[in-house]
């Protein structure tokens, strides 16, 4: 059978002045054009080749090999955007289509994203920025280790998902979150845990012992900016806290008391004020 999207070796079963026509075996035939024709390959010759669909529809062969196969995961450029979908650059003369639909933020000509390839229901290789479906879930690291990763979605219920190295599949929860974290944003997290499935759970906060003095010193800083006085207190609405702290409310009283059994502040009941 002739995949399209996948690298594998045919046979040349006949040449014309324009190419050579490759077979699996079977009755289907695919040409590969001339100038991709390897030097001196002749009839019964394997050849490796990626095959995808031509401006009209039809299969062709390459012995090029684009820089993502059928369900693969990587970064690509934005060569241009279209009333239809924006189309990127993978390495082969025809460009890849992103329509709008696979979309989960709009990009502009020259931005590099994070897409998967797929087949369509016309069975056209395409890109998607959806790329959950094809993370891996077993990934090498261990609670406590810290990665890298890209954003590619988020979500109000859960938090914001992260292709860790661009390959498996992580989230950051959404009580982890002090900044937002827009789709395409390089981050850096911990591990906090492994899911059965072998997904991981991410922070992008310290560990907590080491957090306290990161929030206590994002205190001060809000009390300088403010005069001296934040208007309100660790008794807070708890969002209201993460809004204008970016930390929890129990992250936030925590920095707090550490401030106050340095003497650098008082808490009252609905304000924090700066001890001079």
């Known amino acids: 059978m002739l995949k399209l999207g996948e690298i594998q070796k045919l046979k040349i079963a006949r040449e014309v002045s324009f190419g050579v026509y490759l077979t699996d075996g079977g009755e289907e ?4 054009p001339k100038k991709q024709v390897p030097e001196g390959a002749g009839v019964g010759d394997e050849v490796e080749v ?5 401006s009209e529809d039809r299969k062709v062969a390459t012995c090029t090999r684009p820089k993502l196969l059928l369900h693969e995961v990587g970064r690509l ?3 241009d955007v279209t009333k239809i979908g924006a189309f990127l650059e993978w390495g082969l003369e025809r460009q890849l289509f992103l329509p709008f639909k696979e979309q989960t933020a709009r990009v502009a000509k020259g931005d590099e994203i994070l897409a998967a390839v797929y087949l369509d ?3 056209r290789l395409c890109a998607t920025m959806n790329v959950y479906p094809y993370l891996e879930s077993r990934s090498p690291y261990h609670t406590g280790d810290q990665v890298k990763g890209t954003v590619y979605e988020t979500s109000d219920n859960f938090g914001t998902f ?3 190295d661009d390959i498996y599949s992580g989230l950051i929860p959404k ?4 900044r937002d974290l827009p789709i395409g944003s390089a981050v850096e997290a911990r591990v906090t845990s492994v899911r059965q499935d072998g997904k991981l759970n991410l922070s992008i906060r310290e560990k907590s012992w080491l957090q306290i003095g990161t929030d206590a010193e994002r205190i001060l800083q809000r009390l300088e900016a ?4 934040i208007p309100f207190s660790d008794k807070a609405d708890p969002a209201l806290i993460r809004s204008e702290m970016g930390m929890s409310k129990n992250e936030f009283k925590r920095a707090a008391g550490h401030l106050l059994k340095e003497g650098k502040i ?3 009941e609905d304000r924090i004020e700066a001890v001079e």
């Open 77 to 79: 450029a934005v060569a």
């Open 162 to 164: 992260v292709a860790v």
């Open 226 to 229: 403010g005069g001296g006085v």
């Open 50 to 54: 990626f095959l995808y669909r031509d």
């Open 29 to 32: 035939e695919v040409l590969l």
């Open 121 to 123: 229901k016309s069975e």
């Open 266 to 268: 008082r808490i009252l």
């Open 175 to 178: 009580k982890e979150l002090v």
